[in-house]
């Protein structure tokens, strides 16, 4: 249209500044800072690459990393393949499709914070709900959080927070799957449990592709859990990359190493977002 | 061909299809599984909400018993002790404007985006979707140091900004994406009425783009209500506190008053609850068209 380039600039200006400030310029300034020790204010001194080979001797952050990494493991395997159960299962009944939607996927809308503190109360030694279930079986108190569980722990609320996300992803491309598929599937004598491994999964390939792409580049965004459940211990035995980020960047000040952290997460990021998407090409289906 | 499938099937196949899909003892077996994992997700709950109302020795000593004599106590104490009404406030000024900026600024981008032509729109596209990758943990440091220069830190600025800025780019990629879709007529015969196209925007654009704009709202409010680490960072003071960075310090300072804990957890829940009860299927639908496009 005549005219529009006054408009085109009038609209997007706006868009563009605010993202330009505080979303595209921190990224590359945070970048940057992680070349520099600084407390964020008055010292700051160019360091060239200290950061990095203070990060590659961390044992702490090596530790945060190998947990990150395992809790991806986890939470890969457990959230999209608990989904596709709950969703292949849901797609074989008829009643009550309405409710299990319903009380699967409501977890996600409820805040990192509040699953943290209510998984503190059901892990809780006194009287969390675990406990209490044991003690009213008769059976012993156990301690739930310890070194060797706490990583579990943490992945539990995790797994049980996203479960409805992919849950709702996959019962919809199974729905887009047309009747006749399956009617000529009927006709060819394939059925039940045969039926789902070589139609239906072959045929959502690329959505449980996607699934497990999120799943994994959302791992690396933990924040709040581990947070609120165990602050990273005990010791550092549940320390992840994001939680570690905080304490060195806003705990102990160190925002230069902190800034070094966040640059090790978005490459861990985009190199695993790319491997993944990689490993797991195939042919899109499309009808 | 019926037989030669047949014999491919591996014991297990055999056995589940037999037990499994064809009976009625698969079906009550899907039906238990099911609802086995709702109660996962409703019994928590149910236990926290229950508690609320029994004072801090009661759910100790019967903590599945409904209360006998069921308080208020501890929803007055969240409001006296640990002032859950203020946080409340500050967590609806906060992400209330978010919603509202990223609505606004983003459906006027969205708009340009997709359907106006210009030489800068492929390289701009390209860097929306780049911005996608972008975690909160690597623009903080930066964002923090700005917001200290420009006497920010602690005031409901500091968190609208950087939330706006975050949220902007998926806003703008949805409901452009929407945008594109409505037909060239409409917008043809807007400018045979004489409309410019600020008012095609307004008057044809907005309207039949709302529930585009619905998906993005609710998205965008969830997750500034929710977002505890920027927070953390920004607004951690009391006075402009939203309500996850007040259920941090519950769980840091107050972690042995129970009754305290589950009232502050019934309070952050339930309102979310009911919104989504009433925005589910939007939700719900928004949830997925996005995560399988993007």
């Given at each position: 249209m005549k005219g529009d380039k006054l408009y085109v600039f009038l609209f997007l200006t706006p868009a563009f500044i605010?993202?330009?400030?505080?979303?595209y310029y921190p990224f590359v300034e945070n970048i940057l800072q992680s070349f520099y020790k600084t407390d964020g204010f008055f010292n700051s001194t160019f360091i060239g690459l200290d950061n990095y080979v203070r990060l590659w001797n961390d044992e702490i952050a090596r530790e945060a990393l190998f947990n990150s990494l395992e809790l991806m493991l986890y939470v890969t395997i457990f959230q999209v393949g608990i989904a596709l159960i709950l969703a292949i299962m849901v797609n074989a009944i008829t009643k009550g499709t309405g409710f299990y939607r319903t009380t699967f996927f409501f977890p996600i809308v409820i805040s990192g914070a509040a699953i943290g503190l209510l998984f503190t109360l059901i892990y809780n030694y006194r009287n969390g709900l675990l406990n209490e279930i044991l003690v009213n079986l008769g059976l012993e108190r156990v301690l739930w959080l310890t070194e060797q569980s706490s990583l579990y722990m943490v992945a539990i609320p995790t797994i049980w927070n996203y479960v409805g996300f992919y849950f709702v992803i996959l019962l919809t491309a199974i729905q887009k799957i047309p009747d006749d598929f399956y009617e000529a599937?009927?006709?060819e004598g394939i059925t039940g449990v045969q039926k789902m491994f070589k139609l239906t999964i072959p045929l959502i390939v690329s959505d449980l592709k996607t699934c497990i792409v999120l799943a994994i580049t959302g791992t690396l965004k933990i924040f709040e859990l581990v947070y609120i459940i165990t602050r990273g211990g005990p010791g550092s035995s549940s320390e992840v990359l994001g939680t570690y980020m905080y304490q060195k960047?806003?705990?102990d000040t160190a925002m230069g190493?902190?800034?070094?952290i966040a640059v090790l997460i978005v490459v861990l990021g985009l190199t695993l977002a790319f491997i993944t998407n990689k490993l797991l090409q195939k042919e899109e289906v499309t009808y | 061909m019926h037989t030669y499938t047949k014999d491919r099937l591996t014991f297990w196949e055999r056995f589940q299809e037999r037990y499994f899909s064809q009976s009625k003892v698969g079906k009550i077996f899907i039906y238990v599984v099911l609802t086995l994992w709702s109660m996962t997700t409703i019994f928590p709950l149910a236990w926290v909400f229950l508690n609320s109302f029994k004072d801090s020795r009661e759910i100790i000593t019967d903590t599945f018993k409904m209360p006998t004599d069921p308080t208020m106590q501890n929803y007055v104490n969240a409001f006296e002790t640990v002032n859950i009404g203020k946080s409340y406030m500050n967590s609806f000024i906060i992400s209330g404007s978010v919603v509202l900026l990223v609505l606004f600024i983003g459906g006027l981008a969205a708009f340009a985006m997709a359907r106006m032509q210009f030489k800068l729109r492929g390289l701009?596209?390209?860097l929306l979707i780049?911005?996608?990758?972008i975690p909160a943990f690597a623009t903080i440091v930066p964002v923090y140091r700005m917001m200290i220069q420009m006497d920010l830190v602690n005031t409901y600025l500091a968190l609208i900004i950087p939330h706006t800025a975050g949220n902007l780019p998926f806003a703008i990629l949805v409901i452009s994406g929407y945008m594109a879709t409505i037909p060239k007529e409409l917008e043809e015969a807007s400018v045979m009425d004489g409309c410019g196209r600020f008012k095609m925007f307004t008057r044809i654009f907005l309207p039949i783009s709302l529930p585009s704009f619905a998906t993005v709202g609710i998205f965008v409010f969830l997750w500034s209500y929710n977002d505890l680490f920027s927070s953390l960072v920004l607004v951690s003071h009391e006075k402009v506190a939203p309500i996850v960075v007040l259920l941090s310090n519950v769980s840091s300072q107050y972690g042995t008053d129970y009754g305290l804990m589950t009232a502050a957890i019934a309070m952050t829940v339930i309102p979310v609850l009911?919104?989504?009860?009433?925005?589910?299927?939007t939700f719900e639908k928004g949830a997925?068209?996005?995560?399988?496009?993007?």
């Amino acid at each position: 249209m005549k005219g529009d380039k006054l408009y085109v600039f009038l609209f997007l200006t706006p868009a563009f500044i605010i993202t330009g400030i505080f979303l595209y310029y921190p990224f590359v300034e945070n970048i940057l800072q992680s070349f520099y020790k600084t407390d964020g204010f008055f010292n700051s001194t160019f360091i060239g690459l200290d950061n990095y080979v203070r990060l590659w001797n961390d044992e702490i952050a090596r530790e945060a990393l190998f947990n990150s990494l395992e809790l991806m493991l986890y939470v890969t395997i457990f959230q999209v393949g608990i989904a596709l159960i709950l969703a292949i299962m849901v797609n074989a009944i008829t009643k009550g499709t309405g409710f299990y939607r319903t009380t699967f996927f409501f977890p996600i809308v409820i805040s990192g914070a509040a699953i943290g503190l209510l998984f503190t109360l059901i892990y809780n030694y006194r009287n969390g709900l675990l406990n209490e279930i044991l003690v009213n079986l008769g059976l012993e108190r156990v301690l739930w959080l310890t070194e060797q569980s706490s990583l579990y722990m943490v992945a539990i609320p995790t797994i049980w927070n996203y479960v409805g996300f992919y849950f709702v992803i996959l019962l919809t491309a199974i729905q887009k799957i047309p009747d006749d598929f399956y009617e000529a599937a009927a006709l060819e004598g394939i059925t039940g449990v045969q039926k789902m491994f070589k139609l239906t999964i072959p045929l959502i390939v690329s959505d449980l592709k996607t699934c497990i792409v999120l799943a994994i580049t959302g791992t690396l965004k933990i924040f709040e859990l581990v947070y609120i459940i165990t602050r990273g211990g005990p010791g550092s035995s549940s320390e992840v990359l994001g939680t570690y980020m905080y304490q060195k960047a806003f705990e102990d000040t160190a925002m230069g190493y902190g800034a070094t952290i966040a640059v090790l997460i978005v490459v861990l990021g985009l190199t695993l977002a790319f491997i993944t998407n990689k490993l797991l090409q195939k042919e899109e289906v499309t009808y | 061909m019926h037989t030669y499938t047949k014999d491919r099937l591996t014991f297990w196949e055999r056995f589940q299809e037999r037990y499994f899909s064809q009976s009625k003892v698969g079906k009550i077996f899907i039906y238990v599984v099911l609802t086995l994992w709702s109660m996962t997700t409703i019994f928590p709950l149910a236990w926290v909400f229950l508690n609320s109302f029994k004072d801090s020795r009661e759910i100790i000593t019967d903590t599945f018993k409904m209360p006998t004599d069921p308080t208020m106590q501890n929803y007055v104490n969240a409001f006296e002790t640990v002032n859950i009404g203020k946080s409340y406030m500050n967590s609806f000024i906060i992400s209330g404007s978010v919603v509202l900026l990223v609505l606004f600024i983003g459906g006027l981008a969205a708009f340009a985006m997709a359907r106006m032509q210009f030489k800068l729109r492929g390289l701009l596209q390209a860097l929306l979707i780049a911005s996608l990758l972008i975690p909160a943990f690597a623009t903080i440091v930066p964002v923090y140091r700005m917001m200290i220069q420009m006497d920010l830190v602690n005031t409901y600025l500091a968190l609208i900004i950087p939330h706006t800025a975050g949220n902007l780019p998926f806003a703008i990629l949805v409901i452009s994406g929407y945008m594109a879709t409505i037909p060239k007529e409409l917008e043809e015969a807007s400018v045979m009425d004489g409309c410019g196209r600020f008012k095609m925007f307004t008057r044809i654009f907005l309207p039949i783009s709302l529930p585009s704009f619905a998906t993005v709202g609710i998205f965008v409010f969830l997750w500034s209500y929710n977002d505890l680490f920027s927070s953390l960072v920004l607004v951690s003071h009391e006075k402009v506190a939203p309500i996850v960075v007040l259920l941090s310090n519950v769980s840091s300072q107050y972690g042995t008053d129970y009754g305290l804990m589950t009232a502050a957890i019934a309070m952050t829940v339930i309102p979310v609850l009911i919104f989504y009860l009433v925005v589910q299927k939007t939700f719900e639908k928004g949830a997925t068209s996005g995560a399988v496009k993007g």
